[in-house]
């Protein structure tokens, strides 16, 4: 409400319909502020001052201006116009504007006296009253503005500087600007270093730090490899990072999934030797955690670096575990995972059979799961390996010459049966 409607003045909000201008008076006090606003137009000539029935016309967000002006608010004005030059829709909001009003000429008092911790705490309140999405820009403005206040507080150590960075950090982190997260983040993990401060939760603040940092920094490395970029030595620099912030907060989960994506970009950049030392710790986590999922992709993961180095015996052997686990937690597509890698190696081998059947096994979960894109691979797979299966034994007798080799051979082409490969390899084994 505007100073002059709450005067006293009886003179009627609204004007008389039959004599419109018989209530238009120039109010008995007008204040300073509003005359120097009005007495000169931008041509240089006199304006009339703005009268009670003017000001009520005038929209909310106008009154509240002329109120802060009123009360030598100045800085709060100015504070508010600029924003309302971005905000079309204020007046729509009329407890945001209050809000506004009441808590920025609270932050201008204590700034007049030197009270930076109680600024600070005002903007910090405004930060957080606006929650909506649409006020997204509002929020970020306030908090920014409680960093700036929380600089000049020197009565902490640093404590609201700190948690203001914190704050700035969420802001740009959920805004996706990754860098300038990382930036206020790390401002934020030095000033939390060898301190004991807590959050509400009884948390240390130096704790969140560390799980913040190692957010960001994971994200950071995400967006480095994907296909776009594929910066796989600086992703790796961050991810060590996130796992050197992991491995300080005491957190297992948080270390054990930085060891696993560490030991993937190793292993993509073929140093399998490395990328097994992190999968390593990562099973040893999952197993400590009695995590069994994980514990399944880490033998998975661990095998094709095997497979890779040639060790094909033993890479065998983690995905039979990785197969057993899987089963045991009922894991389809982790089951299908770990049969066709299975088939593959033995194919590799030459081991033709023995690949057939895990294929065909992968096949039939494939189809439980009605996964079209997986049941086409498994087809390709299962297609595959009874082709080379069948080969295999087909060279043999073209090799073997003998007349009943060939006399089968024949007869297999006329009928072209599965049991070609099982009656053959039973002669050729005599």
């Known amino acids: 409400?505007?100073?002059?409607?709450?005067?006293?003045?009886?003179?009627?909000?609204?004007?008389?319909i039959y004599s419109p201008h018989k209530?238009?008076?120039?109010?008995?006090?007008?204040?300073?502020?509003?005359?120097?606003?009005?007495?000169?137009?931008p041509d240089g000539e006199k304006s009339p001052v703005l009268t009670e029935y003017d000001i009520a016309q005038k929209p909310l967000r106008q009154n509240i201006c002329i109120g802060l002006l009123c009360a030598g608010f100045h800085r709060s004005f100015a504070q508010l116009f600029a924003l309302l030059q971005r905000w079309d829709a204020a007046d729509e909001h009329a407890h945001k504007l209050e809000m506004l009003q009441h808590i920025l000429t609270r932050a201008e008092t204590a700034e007049r006296a030197g009270q930076y911790g109680e600024v600070y705490d005002n903007y910090l309140r405004l930060a957080r009253f606006f929650t909506e999405p649409e006020d997204g820009w509002l929020k970020h403005h306030f908090f920014q503005l409680a960093l700036h206040s929380a600089r000049k507080f020197k009565m902490d150590s640093g404590k609201k500087e700190a948690e203001a960075n914190l704050h700035m950090g969420e802001v740009y982190l959920e805004?996706?600007?990754?860098?300038?997260?990382?930036?206020?983040y790390e401002e934020f993990y030095h000033m939390t270093l060898g301190r004991a401060w807590q959050d509400t939760s009884g948390r240390t603040q130096h704790l969140r730090s560390c799980e913040e940092l190692g957010k960001v920094y994971t994200l950071l490395a995400e967006r480095l490899l994907q296909p776009s970029n594929q910066d796989y030595a600086l992703a790796i620099k961050l991810l060590t990072k996130a796992y050197e912030m992991a491995k300080e907060a005491g957190d297992l989960e948080r270390k054990g999934d930085a060891a696993y994506r560490l030991g993937l970009a190793y292993q993509h950049i073929g140093d399998h030797a490395t990328a097994k030392q992190f999968l390593s710790v990562y099973m040893e986590i999952s197993t400590e955690l009695k995590d069994m999922d994980n514990l399944g992709r880490a033998y998975g993961a661990i095998a094709k670096s095997l497979e890779n180095e040639g060790k094909q015996t033993e890479a065998i052997q983690y995905l039979e575990k990785f197969?057993?686990?899987?089963?045991?937690n009922k894991r389809d597509r982790n089951l299908e995972n770990a049969y066709r890698c299975l088939g593959s190696i033995l194919n590799s081998k030459r081991q033709y059979d023995e690949s057939r059947v895990y294929f065909e096994r992968a096949y039939e979960i494939a189809c439980n799961m009605a996964s079209v894109p997986g049941l086409q691979k498994a087809q390709v797979y299962v297609g595959t390996a009874r082709a080379l299966s069948i080969l295999q034994v087909y060279n043999k007798h073209i090799e073997t010459c003998g007349r009943q080799s060939i006399q089968k051979i024949i007869k297999w082409k006329e009928r072209r049966e599965n049991s070609f490969s099982e009656t053959i390899e039973q002669d050729v084994k005599k």
């Open 175 to 184: 805004k996706g600007q990754l860098e300038l997260a990382q930036e206020h």
């Open 323 to 328: 197969a057993e686990i899987s089963i045991s």
């Open 23 to 41: 209530h238009r008076k120039t109010p008995k006090f007008i204040p300073k502020e509003i005359i120097e606003l009005n007495s000169v137009c």
């Open 1 to 16: 409400m505007s100073s002059a409607v709450a005067s006293g003045s009886r003179t009627p909000l609204f004007p008389d």
